[in-house]
């Protein structure tokens, strides 16, 4: 196999979040759970995504395992390898945003890497540096209350700066609509001023197309799925791309079983999708300080619940709590160990559901997708069509359960109905 695109994509949600956007756009792409066991049959592809869960770990752990994916890529043909990041820049000051871009392009070979979370179609723009999450500066967002990696920051350079070694700079709004040789001259006058890493602002699809020209002839980019747009289009353009048979209706073949959805993400719109779920399917609101201090019991009582309701219909169990209850529970068990912790009792409800017949699951929540998938040992996923912007249909590839239909949600992806029309595709 040999690949034109490679990521690596630092969670699972992300990641199928870029692989739907490079599906779109015109490249043949297929999601891999960390690097792919080399007797693994990988369909013949353009792009390959490499799941990552390494948002929210120390950052040289990061490092490396980003650095172990990038050799993958690099010797399976990758010419250009994005850095998949949240469309919302979530990372702490300790984060790794900064570090993995730096090592990526140090064993590139160096160069200025182009940087933007700016995601047109789900509201994320960037103007002089700043991320705008829909109306609102990325610290006035719902992401400030972020379980994990709350955001009090708007301005990216600084942000990024504080994870760097390297001097940060901008590429800004005029220079990007002055086309993709403007952009190339600021990349080099920042190189010459000793910068490594830029924050490109973008607002609209066509900042991202003259980004994505401007990225492909670096080695490095670090983004969120709008730079994958940019970068599809100028591969198509460029006439690189051998035509291929859609694979998006293989991918959505019925795989029966019971369906269910599990929530793990605290985001505003995933508690208000799960209020509008409520009203027409079965919702178990899981008790997180029990997930803590007593989990088999209350693991034990989720599974006798749904074991009573799954053969009627799709069934809903979910950790998700509101800013308030999260931050309770937080200063009284750590941030960190609340998180891990409720990961593993709902990732241990989604296997023995599984184990139970469940083959169409939907999983809300970043950081709870990675413990999912994990724990059910699917090695990769074949890419099907879009149920919302950002979250596409997979249907998994060696999957030792058998064949699955699966969404992971990124938390705030997806419309007030996104579990009715999640479910609606996937039979
Ligand atoms: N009630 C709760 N209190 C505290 N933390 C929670 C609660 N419910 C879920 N969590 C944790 O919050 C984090 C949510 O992150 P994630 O799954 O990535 O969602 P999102 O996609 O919204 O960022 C996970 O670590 C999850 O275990
Ligand atoms: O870029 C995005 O916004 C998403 O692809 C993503 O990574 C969201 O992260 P989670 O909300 O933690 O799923």
């Given at each position: 196999?040999?690949?034109?695109l490679?990521?690596?994509?630092?969670?699972?949600?992300g990641?199928?979040?870029?692989?739907?956007?490079?599906?779109?756009?015109?490249?043949?792409?297929?999601?891999?759970?960390?690097?792919?066991?080399?007797?693994?049959?990988?369909?013949?592809?353009?792009?390959?995504v490499?799941?990552?869960k390494?948002?929210?770990?120390?950052?040289?752990?990061?490092?490396?395992?980003?650095?172990?994916?990038?050799?993958?890529?690099?010797d399976?043909?990758a010419?250009?390898?994005?850095?998949?990041?949240?469309?919302?820049?979530?990372?702490?000051?300790?984060?790794?945003?900064?570090?993995?871009?730096?090592?990526?392009?140090?064993?590139?070979?160096g160069?200025?890497v182009?940087?933007?979370?700016?995601?047109?179609e789900?509201?994320?723009?960037?103007?002089?540096?700043?991320?705008?999450?829909?109306?609102?500066?990325?610290?006035?967002s719902?992401?400030?209350?972020?379980?994990?990696n709350?955001?009090?920051?708007?301005?990216l350079?600084?942000?990024?700066?504080?994870?760097?070694?390297?001097r940060?700079?901008?590429?800004?709004?005029a220079?990007?609509?002055?086309?993709?040789?403007?952009?190339?001259?600021?990349?080099?006058?920042?190189r010459?001023?000793?910068?490594?890493?830029?924050?490109?602002?973008?607002?609209?699809?066509?900042?991202?197309?003259?980004?994505?020209?401007?990225a492909?002839?670096?080695?490095?980019?670090?983004?969120?799925?709008?730079?994958?747009?940019?970068l599809?289009?100028?591969?198509?353009?460029?006439?690189?791309?051998?035509p291929?048979?859609?694979a998006?209706?293989?991918?959505?073949?019925?795989?029966?079983?019971?369906?269910?959805?599990?929530?793990?993400?605290?985001?505003?719109a995933?508690?208000?999708?799960?209020?509008?779920?409520?009203?027409?399917?079965?919702v178990?609101r899981?008790?997180?300080?029990?997930?803590?201090?007593?989990?088999?019991?209350?693991?034990?009582?989720?599974?006798?619940?749904?074991?009573?309701?799954?053969?009627?219909?799709?069934i809903?169990?979910?950790?998700?709590?509101?800013?308030?209850?999260?931050?309770?529970?937080?200063?009284?068990?750590?941030r960190?160990i609340?998180?891990?912790?409720?990961?593993?009792?709902?990732?241990?409800?989604?296997?023995?559901?599984?184990a139970r017949?469940?083959?169409?699951?939907?999983?809300?929540?970043?950081?709870?997708?990675?413990?999912?998938?994990?724990?059910?040992?699917?090695?990769?996923?074949?890419?099907?069509?879009?149920?919302?912007?950002?979250?596409?249909?997979?249907?998994?590839?060696?999957?030792?359960?058998?064949?699955?239909?699966?969404?992971?949600?990124?938390?705030?992806?997806?419309?007030?109905?996104?579990f009715?029309?999640?479910?609606?595709?996937?039979?």
């Amino acid at each position: 196999m040999t690949i034109l695109l490679g990521s690596i994509a630092d969670d699972y949600t992300g990641a199928s979040d870029l692989a739907n956007t490079l599906t779109k756009n015109g490249l043949a792409t297929v999601q891999t759970v960390g690097i792919p066991d080399p007797s693994l049959a990988l369909p013949d592809v353009d792009a390959v995504v490499v799941s990552l869960k390494i948002r929210s770990v120390p950052a040289d752990e990061a490092v490396v395992a980003a650095g172990q994916a990038e050799r993958w890529l690099r010797d399976h043909g990758a010419g250009h390898v994005l850095y998949k990041i949240c469309s919302t820049f979530d990372s702490t000051d300790a984060g790794n945003i900064g570090p993995v871009t730096e090592a990526l392009s140090t064993a590139a070979g160096g160069g200025v890497v182009l940087v933007t979370p700016a995601f047109p179609e789900t509201g994320r723009t960037v103007y002089l540096g700043h991320l705008f999450v829909g109306t609102e500066p990325l610290n006035e967002s719902p992401l400030k209350d972020h379980p994990l990696n709350p955001m009090h920051d708007a301005n990216l350079v600084r942000v990024m700066a504080r994870q760097s070694r390297g001097r940060i700079g901008l590429v800004d709004l005029a220079t990007v609509s002055a086309g993709a040789p403007a952009v190339r001259a600021r990349l080099d006058k920042l190189r010459a001023e000793g910068v490594t890493a830029a924050i490109a602002d973008a607002i609209f699809e066509r900042d991202l197309e003259i980004l994505g020209e401007a990225a492909l002839e670096t080695p490095v980019s670090t983004a969120a799925s709008g730079l994958g747009l940019g970068l599809a289009r100028a591969l198509v353009r460029s006439g690189r791309v051998p035509p291929k048979a859609t694979a998006a209706a293989d991918a959505i073949r019925p795989v029966g079983g019971h369906a269910a959805i599990i929530a793990g993400s605290c985001s505003r719109a995933t508690l208000r999708q799960l209020a509008v779920a409520e009203q027409s399917m079965p919702v178990l609101r899981l008790d997180p300080e029990k997930l803590l201090t007593a989990a088999p019991d209350e693991i034990s009582a989720a599974l006798s619940w749904a074991g009573e309701r799954m053969d009627a219909g799709p069934i809903i169990i979910a950790a998700s709590a509101t800013p308030e209850a999260v931050s309770r529970l937080q200063s009284r068990y750590g941030r960190e160990i609340s998180g891990r912790a409720i990961e593993a009792a709902t990732s241990a409800i989604a296997a023995e559901l599984v184990a139970r017949g469940v083959r169409r699951l939907v999983v809300a929540g970043g950081e709870t997708s990675g413990a999912v998938v994990d724990q059910l040992g699917i090695p990769a996923f074949l890419i099907g069509p879009e149920i919302a912007p950002g979250v596409p249909v997979l249907r998994t590839i060696g999957n030792p359960q058998g064949d699955m239909l699966l969404a992971l949600k990124s938390g705030n992806f997806g419309g007030e109905d996104f579990f009715a029309a999640a479910l609606s595709v996937m039979h």
